[in-house]
């Protein structure tokens, strides 16, 4: 139940295209979806994050439309640039609760090609 | 705002030595520091979970005896791999989650890679 599930593992996009990440969660206790980008070697940082009270948010080229029925998430990037090349994982956490810790997706490796 | 510094960003030692890894919360007040590992081409997994003045909760598997984890001010979370092996070289990431700021959520650390030879 504490397990996010993200598809796809790998993707190829081409240059401006639209890049589609999938996320579903089981615990309906949580309330706060980021998404995060990772480059090799670096930290996770924060792209965008979502809140089950609204059903999509965006922010520039960055999308995330929620599901709340469905338990599912996922993630927008539009015009794809080789730059976005990078692991992004979902994540999920029951904010307020007393763990609050960030359950994290298995993450996708996006690659887009010039 | 809400920052996390961590270091050292990479440390090799040699078996049997230990370790400390140090996040620092540069303009708030992490009462809560997560810990977590990293294996290449991996996700990120939680190891424990400190909170500011007590002892820190750790995951099913994570040896608390190995993975010593401090987090004695609210500034100041460490993490001590004792008697490092082989195996434990990973990445490490640390992670706060920040109370009071526009943008609420969790801040990470840079990460720090550790390589036991």
């Known amino acids: 139940q504490q397990q996010v599930k993200q598809s796809p593992q790998s993707l190829i996009v081409q240059k401006g295209g639209i890049s589609i990440i999938n996320c579903a969660y089981e615990?309906?206790?949580?309330?706060?979806f980021p998404w995060y980008q990772q480059f090799p070697g670096k930290g996770p940082a924060l792209l965008i994050a979502i809140r089950p009270d609204v059903s999509e948010k965006k922010e520039g080229r960055f999308t995330i439309s929620f599901n709340k029925s469905a338990k599912q998430f996922s993630l927008h990037i539009m015009d794809s640039q080789p730059g976005d090349s990078a692991t992004y994982f979902c994540?999920?956490?029951?904010?307020?609760?007393?763990?609050?810790?960030?359950?994290f997706g298995k993450g996708t490796k996006l690659s887009v090609k010039p | 705002g809400a920052v996390v510094s961590q270091h050292p960003s990479r440390v090799i030692c040699k078996s049997g030595t230990s370790v400390k890894i140090e996040c620092r919360s540069l303009d708030f007040q992490a009462t809560t520091m997560f810990w977590y590992r990293q294996f290449p081409k991996k996700s990120l997994m939680l190891m424990a979970t400190?909170?500011?003045?007590?002892?820190?909760?750790?995951e099913q598997g994570v040896e608390k005896d190995k993975f010593l984890i401090n987090h004695a001010s609210l500034t100041l979370s460490t993490l001590t791999v004792t008697s490092a092996h082989p195996e434990d070289s990973s990445f490490y990431i640390c992670?706060?989650?920040?109370?009071?700021?526009?943008?609420?959520?969790?801040?990470f650390g840079s990460g720090t890679r550790l390589t036991v030879v």
């Open positions: 400190s909170n500011e003045g007590s002892k820190a909760t750790y």
């Open positions: 994540a999920a956490s029951s904010y307020g609760g007393s763990q609050g810790n960030l359950i």
């Open positions: 615990n309906t206790a949580f309330d706060y």
């Open positions: 992670s706060a989650r920040v109370q009071k700021a526009i943008n609420y959520g969790y801040t």
